[in-house]
């Protein structure tokens, strides 16, 4: 695989009316939606998706996942969606996101765990060898970006930064 993009940026999302809650800004489960359309995308690079759920009845499941929300969204903005992968092993992936607003500021950040799934269990599974190196050769693609602030924290009233 070359000219794989570090990071993986989504195309623009355009923020639904039905994400804005009483509040005036999009409620804080719809970041998780923006999210997983932003990574889905990223998603073709390595052979996983939609059309592979389909086909060999495996897909991934989230095990685990840590959004910051940084910034206000509302009806009318636009955003991309910014994936890395943080590691990867035979049956498990990191991918950290982050929601840039058209202007440039960043919305909200997420670190996910996701699982291999066997949908016919389901049970985890370990990657089949063609998806297996293409997740090697994004890590490494990957490799060279700064390591999020936000990757690997825990949540803590002692945590300032978000």
């Known amino acids: 695989m070359t000219d794989l ?8 999302i355009a923020i639904d009316p039905g994400w804005v809650d009483y509040n005036g800004h999009v ?9 997983d359309r932003g990574g889905d995308e990223m998603y073709a690079l390595v052979g996983l998706g939609e059309d592979y759920a389909r086909r060999a009845r495996h897909t991934t499941y989230t095990a685990e996942v ?5 910034r206000e969204l509302k009806l009318g903005d636009s955003v991309r969606v910014h994936t890395r992968l ?6 498990r992936m ?22 291999h799934i066997d949908m016919g269990g389901p049970r985890v599974v370990p990657f089949p060898p063609e998806i297996a190196a293409r997740l090697s050769a994004l890590k490494q693609a990957h ?9 690997g924290r825990s949540i803590s009233l002692s945590n300032t930064a978000a």
């Open 66 to 70: 840590h959004i910051c929300y940084r």
């Open 94 to 115: 990191v991918l950290f996101h982050e929601i840039h607003h058209a202007e440039g500021w960043i919305a909200a950040t997420a670190e996910e765990l996701l699982l």
């Open 86 to 91: 943080l590691d990867a092993d035979a049956k």
């Open 27 to 35: 409620n804080m489960a719809f970041y998780a939606v923006i999210m």
């Open 143 to 151: 490799a060279d970006l700064p390591r999020p602030a936000q990757a």
């Open 5 to 12: 993009p570090a990071p993986h940026i989504s195309s623009p």
